[in-house]
């Protein structure tokens, strides 16, 4: 199965924007559907966006929608969530997920069972 590292976190004031990357090892990357997911300490990981193994479909948790784009590239193994318009409500620790075949409609942590480290992303002025 592939293995997932994100890169791109950081801190940004109200407003602004970040690009996340995960990229994942392996020759298999196009059979999985991909998601984003942020966990604050103390609650459980939450859902932010999925898209489909072609890239053709996403999903977003509705406080993101308008703000956050999921993208992927299955060449380069690589898939992207580009934020702006980014609030202090938005700090959190990033996760990347992955499961083979899957379904972008997947907005459960359990439904995914390959995961990144994690990546920081504070909002703050």
């Known amino acids: 199965q592939v293995q997932l590292v994100e890169s791109g976190g950081g801190l940004v004031q109200p407003g602004g924007s970040l690009r996340l990357s995960c990229a994942a090892s392996?020759?298999?990357?196009?059979?999985?559907?991909m998601a984003w997911f942020r966990q604050i300490p103390g609650k459980e990981r939450e859902f932010v966006a999925a898209?489909?193994?072609?890239?053709?479909?996403?999903n977003y948790i509705d406080s993101v929608k308008g703000r956050f784009t999921i993208s992927r590239d299955n060449v380069k193994s690589t898939v992207n969530l580009q934020m702006a318009s980014l609030k202090p409500e938005d700090t959190a620790v990033y996760y990347c997920?992955?499961?083979?075949?899957?379904?972008?409609?997947?907005?459960?942590?359990?439904?995914?069972?390959?995961w990144g480290q994690g990546t920081q992303v504070t909002v703050s002025s």
């Open positions: 392996g020759r298999t990357f196009s059979s999985y559907t």
């Open positions: 997920a992955a499961v083979r075949i899957g379904d972008y409609r997947y907005s459960k942590a359990t439904a995914y069972d390959v």
């Open positions: 898209i489909s193994r072609g890239g053709g479909n996403t």
